[in-house]
């Protein structure tokens, strides 16, 4: 798609700069790059009102479109309507980068094989109507050996912007006697309890040749230069290994000394932005802030809930005085920096003009998006649609 003004000048904004300084000053955007800063400008002006102007937020991990798909048990929606839905209210959050975390499982029904399959067929095809750039990021889980010929073809494809290793095998069964996981294990697979701890188990058997076929996609995706995470890393030895397999991500590791590991060898260490807004783990393991305070933190996801991404920085800003612009970019350049995507993730000549205005005066609210250049999204005035 291309921009239909060529010229946007965002004028009277408060623009976040990439040392971390908040300047009153301009943008020029050109072709969809930002071509300056703090110049007269060209083309169609853009009021920013004195708000706020940040680089737009890139998301390594969410899957809150998993709630549009299946927003009650039993109850399934078209993907297109899902996508299409998910990808405004990205745009809301202030998100212009997304990758949506699909999980690819053992488990029969939403998160199945059959799911995965309909699900990368369906954002191929509503993606011309999508306005974030979306990408795919994988969730392996490591015991579903039958379709990793299938992996790998789509690894080989390009399809897969993000692969990261999942093994939920022990948490699924320490959680056997919980009600509510259960119920939500249940609720997405169709199974009767006796038929999921029966599956449970099979899977469990086949420990011994998962190190091997990780070792196998691991291989395959860094040939291709896919970025690879391990997920829930459960100590130091774990992430090491992940990281001598070319995994330099680490999702959510468990405690300060993998997340020390982690940072020790140079990796990615990304944590929840949810975790960062409420101050507290849901599963009572690593909190954000707690990393963060100790350096452990490099990037926050919206995991399961889109506006935490938006939220998360000005709560840490002010709570754990640690600089605006530091919180701001583990929701943007550093995700970005993540991945490897160096065009973006911060308001500075040649990067990508992907650009949100925010209206910080009381609870932080999104008003306008410029995607690529383009002016996507705006609340109380026109935005320029795509031509």
């Known amino acids: 798609m291309r921009s239909c003004h060529v010229s946007l000048t965002i004028d009277n904004a408060r623009v976040l700069l990439p040392g971390g300084s908040i300047e009153d000053t301009t943008i020029t955007i050109e072709d969809g790059v930002v071509t300056g800063v703090g110049e007269n400008g060209r083309g169609r002006r853009l009021d920013a009102g004195g708000r706020l102007v940040l680089p737009g937020a890139v998301d390594l991990h969410g ?8 927003p009650r048990p039993g109850v399934h929606f078209a993907h297109d309507i899902a996508l299409i839905d998910t990808d405004r209210q990205l745009l809301a959050s202030g998100i212009t980068t997304v990758f949506h975390s699909l999980t690819w499982s053992w488990e029969p029904g939403l998160r199945g094989r059959e799911a995965a399959l309909t699900f990368r067929q369906a954002l191929e095809a509503v993606r011309p109507s999508l306005i974030c750039d979306t990408r795919l990021h994988v969730r392996f889980e490591t015991a579903n050996l039958d379709v990793v010929g299938e992996l790998e073809e789509w690894l080989d494809q390009g399809a897969v912007d993000l692969l990261a290793f999942n093994d939920h095998l022990d948490l699924m069964s320490r959680k056997l006697d919980s009600y509510d996981k259960m119920s939500g294990y249940l609720n997405r697979t169709g199974l009767t309890r006796e038929e999921f701890i029966v599956l449970l188990e099979e899977m469990k058997g086949r420990r011994g040749v998962i190190p091997r076929m990780v070792e196998r996609l691991a291989a395959r995706a860094a040939a291709r230069g896919i970025p690879m995470a391990s997920h829930d890393d ?5 992430r090491r290994w992940f990281h001598e397999l070319g995994c ?3 999702e959510f590791p468990v405690d300060p000394e993998t997340a020390e590991e982690a940072r020790r060898m140079g990796d990615a260490i990304i944590l929840g932005a949810p975790n960062a807004l409420r101050g507290k783990s849901h599963d009572k393991r690593l909190t954000a802030r707690e990393a963060l305070v100790a350096g452990l933190c490099t990037v926050l996801t919206s995991d399961y809930y ?8 000005f709560v840490l800003a002010r709570t754990l005085e640690l600089g605006f612009g530091r919180c701001w970019d583990l929701v943007s350049g550093g995700p970005a920096r993540a991945v490897g995507m160096e065009d973006r993730g911060a308001i500075a000549p040649g990067k990508r003009a992907d650009i949100i205005i925010v209206d910080d005066a009381g609870t932080p609210t999104v008003t306008d998006v410029i995607v690529e250049g383009r002016h996507v999204f705006a609340v109380g005035r026109s935005a320029c649609a795509a031509a």
């Open 306 to 313: 889109y506006p935490t991404l938006l939220h998360a920085p």
């Open 248 to 250: 330099r991500l680490s």
């Open 63 to 70: 899957d809150g479109f998993e709630r549009q798909l299946m």
């Open 234 to 238: 459960p100590d130091p030895e774990t």
